[in-house]
């Protein structure tokens, strides 16, 4: 038996077992609270990621943090505005690996997002953005939200119009390469 009959089943092998177990947590449904990932990119302008108190304890259950999420970014709320993302996360690692998920899949050059966090969920998403501050903002981060205390009406109407503003002054700037948005208030 010659050495390539012995390495070349052996990298095989090494390459079967670790070649597909390469996936994330977070290419599966079950691991978002929202996914809106069927909204085609070129249907709204911008992108929503929404982090929340941690998942499962054991005054939180599972259906509450989806209502929680559904009534403060879901049930259309950013129809027209932007895709929403909301994972179920436990820890930090856990939303490295959503965030990771977002950014491989997700998000195409500049195009605007916004970091909307409550809870303990939210100060990991604030701990994360202060970590990669210069980054995010080159890819596209254009406004963040957070609140210490999860409550129902965190995300307002004002914020929501503010998100929209942000966007478009985003979008604006990028496609002129210069922000014009204060020229445009004065008219």
Known sequence: MNVKTIVVPLLLSACAA???????????????????????????????????????????????????????????????????????????????????????????????????????GGAMLKAYEEENSKRLLKDGLVASFYREIPDSGFVTDGMVEEIKQAIARARYKNIWGRDMSAAMQNK
Do not use: M
């Open 18 to 120: 670790g070649c597909f177990s390469l996936s994330s947590p977070y290419d599966y449904a079950e691991n978002w609270v929202i996914r809106e990932d069927p909204v085609r990119d070129f249907a709204v302008p911008a992108d929503v990621f929404y982090v929340q108190s941690l998942l499962y304890t054991n005054t939180v259950s599972a259906s509450h943090i989806h209502a929680h999420a559904k009534g403060e970014v879901g049930n259309g709320r950013f129809a027209g505005i932007a895709r929403v993302f909301s994972p179920l996360v436990a820890n930090p690692e856990d939303l490295e690996l959503a965030l990771d998920w977002y950014f491989k899949y997700h998000h195409e050059g500049r195009r605007p997002f916004v970091f909307i966090g409550e809870g303990e």
